[in-house]
């Protein structure tokens, strides 16, 4: 799927012509993969298409949502505003695999129990969003108040919950991560 | 609600975490785009980029040889396997519209009107080919202007039809103009609505699997409402029903938008019945703001009246509404309107009233169902006209409502819009608003900051909600809406239970409520059931989601449902056990003794004997362990209420608005699920606030929609939104015997209201008050201009 698909009629610039393609390889959820891909293909449909990791949702397909947010080499990005090509040698880790690593079980576990996923279709981005906040944190940056996780979560629309438990949800966790790094069990 | 013996865990009422959300949290779940099957194909559309334009002719020869193309469908030749939709409501005299084809086949009416389909081996390449395919468009004048259209010798968009008027309804209730005449004074003001869409996260998507050898056809749809479309299937395309399997996944956001019925989506299944093939489309984010079914987009003039004691006698009520070249089906987009004029004035003991609505063609996209269906504008109307009468009086506008809402002891009664209220819980939820919202604080701090030359508003509003339409509305209309929900409840061999509801849930947490009332009435717990649901071959015959029904309905056939299964349980039971059923009953997964509790036998042994040995049991005994119960209301709808209220801030040189505090008293009858239904309630007011603040779907005089993309069009994001306060005043509906009442809309309807009066409280001392949303900066500086001049 492509972000812009212009209504105007307009000349295709490679009519006919074959797909061109190349050959990646790179690190998915700590797996090894190659594959060859269309070098117009984005990150996000290289993951659902070819992968068949279908947790990253594609929304906007222009950078706004937040939908299809991944992990590459350890920084979130936009899987739709990133070519599969130009993930080539690097690390990627998708909502499957962060949840498979057990990094966000506590996250994933408040959201749960305050309900803050609805239709779920943002929630895989919001937890990846939410874990690097989490992740700063830990090294170095104290608990967030709600007004950082708020400003932190702006790049991630949901269009059902209305915020609330999700900045609960995420509150909740750096605090008990907080108290468990200072060994307070209260 | 546990059972009256107490034996049951008691889990409604009970704030319990929803069992299938786990998935959705780690990127498990099952959206219709995610799901493939072999040998499927990708379809993209050829859309309409004018307003209005005549369709000459289609060349599809260069899109043919695009790589990936396998065929090109022209809405001509879906039209020859396909019966055409026409929306015609046979309850409302007067109504008209258009044949509408599931593509247009020689007359597009909006910008991104499907009028022909490319398929292909993968969506890119079908996208490819769009550009591709040349149609010889004839542009034709746009008609944009709702009043323009009405004007009488405007052009009409369909010449069968004679003019743009789509339908238009008065409601008259006393002598509005004596009693407007008479008043003490008088408040009037002019609202509009700026169009806008629903934006779910998740575009629609559908997969059609047209079976050619058995004739069979099954559908993965992205639908509030399978058995809808499976009807819709068949009775458009001649499949015999039985043959029809349409599956509702895991779905990214409804909010009404996917309650609608949208020809392109049943072009994807006349075109997999054509080819023989599985065929997949998924809206992308252009097709959602050029195709889907919008909302809104109303003009309203409305005057009060009020007598020398303050109190309201009268309003008069003009709407006008714009719904698209065509009216939506199968639902009409007539409701907007009908709502709007219904529920206007509805808290309030006034007693003379007239209201006009008429609904408007123009060349914009269709006007379909959206969270709230007109009751916020004709909602929002009434308060801000309330506000403005209660300044005028020089009453506190809590004062004054108090002092005109009807009386606890009036009802029963008729609203003067309509609305038959069998109770209110009007001053109860006015009460426990202003008590969490510190209403006196808010007023203190608002005057302080005015010294420092701030301006903040406090805003509080009234609304109500007719939820869970019975028969009565759609039955008489022609429209095959089924106002009827089912449940089934099995118990299987091991002791657990299996429910199959045709209720459909898109994350409000339905299915949660409906294990939690099944699973009190079987003393069972959480983990001994499931609820399987959006299946129309397999689950009981239904409405789904709609009209904030899912509890109210589908909890009520589940309450029965698993009352019945307790009857028969013990029945068997009684067999076993060599005693009566009244002396036994069932908690924590037992048979167990009325006056004792004392556990005779646990539900896997009861179903042992039910499935495998009913050799031990007396000849002719009939194991009963799966029971299937419906719900259909007695009544038109439901009658919920509550009242929000909220605090602005307001920068007077920009024109920019920041939300300080937001509360909400809301009574939705039973709560089954406090922790749903105060989600369904944030939920709603985010959007509420992103409809009057953000979101507007803007089309220039040629039809040409300027922001249809996410960058360009506004929306609610974490960082501006207030943290949302929640009381509930809890009356039980007397209608069922669970009490539920809908809850899914409340939050939007009543948001967008109070917006309306905080903002515009904020404006007062400046003489200005706002008359359009969404209020952009601009729209509050042109206000606050207007009035310093």
């Known amino acids: 799927m492509r972000g812009h698909l212009s209504l105007r009629r307009r000349q295709c610039q490679n009519r006919g012509m074959t797909e061109e393609t190349t050959e990646i390889s790179l690190t998915v959820n700590g797996e090894q993969v190659t594959r060859t891909v269309p070098v117009r293909r984005h990150l996000v449909d290289f993951l659902r298409l070819d992968l068949n990791l279908t947790g990253s949702h594609l929304a906007c397909e222009h950078g706004v949502c937040g939908a299809c947010t991944v992990r590459v080499d350890g920084v979130v990005a936009r899987g739709c505003l990133m070519l599969a090509v130009q993930a080539n040698g690097a690390d990627v880790v998708t909502i499957e695999g962060l949840s498979a690593s057990g990094e966000v079980a506590d996250l994933q576990m408040e959201f749960e129990t305050r309900n803050a996923a609805q239709c779920g279709f943002c929630t895989p981005g919001m937890v990846m969003t939410s874990a690097e906040l989490l992740a700063q944190m830990t090294s170095g940056g104290g608990v967030p108040d709600r007004e950082v996780i708020r400003d932190h979560l702006s790049g991630n629309l949901c269009r059902c919950t209305g915020y609330q438990a999700i900045i609960d949800a995420v509150e909740a966790t750096a605090k008990a991560r907080a108290r468990i790094a200072t060994g307070d069990s209260a | ?789």
């Open chain 2, 1 to 789: 609600m546990s059972p009256a013996d107490g034996s049951g865990p008691g889990l409604v009422g009970k704030p319990v975490a929803r069992p299938n959300i786990r998935r959705l949290i780690h990127g498990k779940g099952r959206y219709t785009d995610d799901i493939t099957v072999p040998h499927m194909l990708h379809v993209a559309f050829v859309r309409s980029p004018y307003g209005h334009a005549r369709i000459n002719g289609i060349d599809a020869s260069m899109a043919e040889t695009s790589p990936g193309v396998v065929r090109i469908v022209t809405g001509a030749e879906v039209a020859e396997i396909c019966k055409p939709m026409h929306a015609v409501a046979a309850h409302r005299p007067g109504h008209k519209s258009a044949v509408q084809n599931m593509l247009a086949t020689d007359h597009a009416c909006y910008q991104g009107e499907p009028v022909a389909a490319v398929v292909a081996a993968s969506r890119a390449e079908a996208e490819d080919a769009v550009d591709l395919v040349i149609v010889d468009w004839e542009e034709l004048p746009a008609v944009m202007d709702m009043m323009e259209a009405l004007e009488p010798g405007a052009t009409p968009i369909h010449a069968e039809l004679g003019d743009n008027l789509c339908f238009q309804h008065a409601t008259r209730t006393g002598d509005v103009d004596s009693a407007l005449a008479a008043a003490a004074f008088t408040v009037e003001h002019e609202f509009e609505f700026g169009r806008h869409t629903a934006v779910t996260l998740e575009g629609r998507a559908i997969l059609a699997d047209w079976d050619p050898v058995e004739e069979r056809l099954t559908v993965h749809q992205s639908h509030q409402s399978p058995y809808q479309m499976q009807d819709i299937y068949s009775r458009h395309l001649g499949i015999p029903e039985h043959k029809v399997q349409v599956i509702t996944p895991d779905i990214g956001g409804g909010f009404g938008l996917k309650i609608n019925v949208h020809g392109e989506e049943v072009a994807v299944v006349a075109i997999s019945k054509m080819m023989g093939r599985p065929v997949k489309y998924t809206a992308d984010r252009m097709d959602s703001f050029v195709a889907d079914c919008q909302t809104r987009d109303h003009l309203n003039t409305a005057k009060m009246g009020v007598d020398a004691n303050g109190k309201i006698t009268s309003m008069d009520y003009d709407n006008t509404l714009s719904v698209g070249p065509y009216t939506a089906y199968i639902r009409f987009g007539l409701a907007e309107g009908m709502m709007a004029i219904t529920c206007a004035a509805a808290p309030y003991a006034l007693t003379d009233y007239h209201a006009r609505t008429r609904a408007v063609y123009v060349n914009k996209g269709i006007v379909g169902m959206f969270r709230g269906v007109g009751v916020p504008v004709g909602c929002t109307v009434t308060e801000v006209l309330v506000d403005q009468a209660a300044a005028k009086a020089g009453v506190d506008p809590v004062e004054f409502r108090r002092s005109n809402f009807h009386r606890d002891e009036d009802y029963p009664l008729t609203t003067v819009g309509g609305y038959a209220a069998k109770s209110m819980s009007l001053h109860r939820c006015l009460d426990a608003c202003v008590d969490i919202m510190d209403y006196d604080a808010l007023r203190t701090d608002q005057a302080q900051a005015r010294e420092a030359n701030v301006y903040r508003g406090v805003g509080v509003a009234t609304f109500v909600e007719a939820a869970a339409f019975g028969p009565v509305y759609y039955g008489p209309s022609g429209a095959r809406v089924s106002t009827q929900d089912g449940c089934t409840v099995k118990l299987e061999p091991s002791g657990v239970v299996r429910c199959m509801t045709s209720v459909t849930d898109q994350g409000q947490g339905t299915l949660t409520g409906i294990a939690q009332i099944v699973a009190d009435q079987l003393g069972i717990g959480m983990d001994d059931i499931d609820v399987i649901s959006g299946d129309s071959a397999t689950t009981p015959y239904g409405g789904g989601a709609w009209a904030s029904r899912g509890m109210a309905m589908g909890g009520e056939a589940a309450l029965q449902a698993g009352k019945a299964l307790k009857a028969n349980i013990l029945d068997l039971a009684a067999s076993i056990l060599q005693t009566t059923a009244d002396t036994l009953t069932l908690g924590g997964g037992e048979i167990r003794d009325v006056a004792t509790g004392e556990a005779r036998m646990d539900l896997a042994e009861l179903a042992k004997v039910g499935y495998f040995r009913q050799d031990t049991l007396p000849t002719g005994t009939q194991p009963e362990l799966m029971v299937t119960r419906h719900h259909v209301p007695n009544t038109p709808y439901y009658v919920a209420n509550g009242v929000q209220g909220a605090q602005v801030e307001i920068d007077i040189e920009t024109g920019f608005i920041k939300l300080l505090g937001w509360w909400m008293a809301d009574d939705c009858g039973r709560v089954v699920n406090p922790l749903m239904v105060d989600e369904q309630i944030r939920g709603g007011i985010i959007q509420g606030i992103g409809n009057t603040l953000y979101e507007h779907s803007q089309y220039d005089e040629t039809g040409q929609l300027m922001n249809a993309s996410l960058a360009d069009y506004l929306l609610p994001m974490a960082g501006e939104m207030p943290d949302i306060k929640i009381a509930h005043v809890e009356t039980p509906l007397t209608n069922t015997e669970l009490g539920a009442n809908g809850i899914g809309e409340s939050g939007t309807i009543g948001a967008i209201a109070v917006l309306w009066c905080a903002v515009n409280d904020a404006l007062r001392p400046l003489g200005a008050q706002v008359t359009k949303q969404p209020f952009t900066p601009e729209h509050i500086l042109d206000v606050i201009a207007k009035a310093g001049r």
